[in-house]
């Protein structure tokens, strides 16, 4: 994870909503993806410590925005 100084210096963040997927989601999708990886095809994954699911994208928000994002969220 980044410093929230990092953050704070930007002037826009890329938001989304997402949820987070249950371990027995996240394991069959490593093996999948172990499965696809061999197949050769170019395509660069994400960790599955990282795996989600975006149920909405906002696009760029003001930093100084996201605490009202957060908060209609919830």
């Given at each position: 994870?980044?410093?929230l ?9 890329r938001?989304?909503?997402?949820i987070?997927?249950?371990s ?18 170019a395509?660069?994954?994400e960790?599955?410590?990282?795996m ?13 925005q996201?605490p ?5 969220a919830?």
């Open positions: 994870r980044l410093p100084a990092h953050f704070l210096s930007m002037q826009n963040l938001i989304f909503l997402a987070d997927l249950a027995g989601v996240k394991s069959r999708a490593s093996d999948l993806i172990d499965r696809w990886s061999e197949s050769g095809a395509v660069r994954w960790p599955v410590e990282r989600h699911l975006t149920l909405n994208f906002l696009g760029e928000v003001a930093v100084d996201t009202v994002v957060c908060r209609v919830k």
